[in-house]
């Protein structure tokens, strides 16, 4: 009989054979976790990583709010696009983007095509916990952060819950997230082959 530890301990061998030539992508709002998650999950599977936010920054030489300042956000998420597209590319691994990225339904259809999306689902005291330590996130410097980010939730979840897998994350250890999001994936890709 197979344990849940069993399960844990063998998925990220099961999700590296499972995923093929994949891609995972993370999805959610800012403060979910998606950098933090991504790169443990790429770490103990050994598949590259890559933050999308990141890439947009060297490919532009600017921050993300540089960018949003200097040129708006609608070029802004034309720029993320982009550079959304390259990284599908680059298979199998693993991708967090930006928490305005899967509104997009073109790079949805990319994600869907390419890969495998990851939700990572919190509430509304954890995202701000978390990012009111940052004071660089663009979409929340012009008014009430709190309502701010609850206006997103609202606008954000429905489609974020289009992902194929969902998990939801909480003040607890970056390896017992990423390990929920390798089991899930697991169950997630072992589930379509059969």
Excluded: C
């Amino acid at each position: 009989m197979m344990t849940s530890e069993t399960t844990i301990a063998g998925a990220p061998v099961q999700l590296r054979e499972l995923l093929g030539d994949r891609v995972v992508v993370f999805v959610g709002l800012m403060g979910a976790g998606k950098t933090a998650i991504g790169r443990r999950v790429g770490a103990v599977t050994g598949l590259p990583f890559a933050d999308s936010d990141q890439e947009i920054e060297k490919a532009s030489r600017m921050t993300v709010a540089e960018l949003f300042d200097a040129y708006g956000e609608a070029e802004f998420r034309s720029l993320e696009q982009r550079v959304i597209a390259r990284l599908l590319q680059e298979r199998p691994g693993i991708i967090s983007t930006g928490g305005g990225a899967f509104m997009n339904s073109d790079t949805r259809d990319m994600i869907s095509e390419a890969g495998v999306s990851v939700w990572l689902k919190a509430d509304i005291d954890i995202l701000m916990a978390r990012v009111m330590k940052k004071q660089t996130r663009p979409l929340l410097k012009t008014g009430n952060p709190r309502e701010i980010m609850e206006n997103l939730m609202k606008a954000r979840y429905p489609v974020y819950a289009k992902a194929d897998v969902t998990v939801s994350t909480r003040d607890d250890r970056r390896e017992v997230i990423a390990d929920e999001v390798m089991t899930a994936l697991v169950k997630h890709l072992g589930e379509k082959q059969a």
